[in-house]
Structures are given as structure tokens and as C-alpha cells.
Nanobody
Framework: QLQLVESGGGLVQPGGSLRLSCAAS????????ITWFRQAPGKEREGVSC????????KYADSVKGRFTISRDNVKNTVSLQMNSLKPEDTAIYYC????????????????WGQGTQVTVSS
């Protein structure tokens, strides 16, 4: 079964940084658009950032523009999310998801998901 595995979450103070990683097991990420979603308690899952299969195009939610950077390494078969200037409102479980083709903010069109990694921003 195709699997995605996230890592890099944790507890950080406001203004701090974390780097999340999404690794694929049993398939190559080449050819897949990858999106990072997040879900906070009591809230809907929202798209944070997406990168196209070739890495030539990226998208960011307005709430993270200028603070988060998505990148992919097709040799290492990973996608990373560098998160800087973190705020308490960034606290959520972060998931990576893959789909063939283009980016989408609709979680229903993603075929493959990781188990999620907790990010907590608190002093």
C-alpha cells in the first residue's frame, strides 16, 4: 500500500521555526502534486501549501505567505515545509497529501495521506 509519512512536528515558541518533511513509501512522488493540509481542533481541514509535480509552481494560503516555504527533492523522494515566524494560530495537526496532476485545496480529491504530525506553537 502506498504510504506517506510526515515528520518534524513539535512544540515551539511563537516566532520560532520548524521544518516538516513528507516521505513516500512504496511509490515515487514524481508525477504527484503534494499539498500540506492542517487541521486544528474544532476546525475544518485547510490547505496550507502545495507544490506541483515538477516543483515549478507553488501555492500558499494567505495566512502563511511570506512565512512558510514548500520544496521538493525528487531524488530523496521527499517534500518539505519550512515554517518560520510561527504563531499560536499555526497550531494544528499537519498532513501531507498526494494526487496526480495539479494542486487543489479540496482534500477530497487527494488519494494518499500521511498520518499527520502535531505542531504546537505556545510560550
Amino acid at each position: 500500500q502506498l504510504q506517506l509519512v510526515e515528520s518534524g512536528g513539535g512544540l515551539v515558541q511563537p516566532g520560532g521555526s520548524l521544518r516538516l518533511s513528507c516521505a513516500a513509501s512504496r511509490f515515487t512522488l514524481t508525477g504527484y502534486a503534494i499539498t500540506w493540509f492542517r487541521q486544528a481542533p474544532g476546525k475544518e481541514r485547510e490547505g496550507v501549501s502545495c507544490i506541483t509535480s515538477g516543483g515549478g509552481s507553488t501555492k500558499y494560503a494567505d495566512s502563511v505567505k511570506g512565512r512558510f516555504t514548500i520544496s521538493r527533492d525528487n531524488v530523496k523522494n521527499t517534500v518539505s515545509l519550512q515554517m518560520n515566524s510561527l504563531k499560536p494560530e499555526d497550531t494544528a495537526i499537519y498532513y501531507c497529501a498526494a494526487r496526480p496532476g495539479t494542486c487543489s485545496d479540496n482534500p477530497l480529491v487527494y488519494s494518499y495521506w500521511g498520518q499527520g504530525t502535531q505542531v504546537t506553537v505556545s510560550s
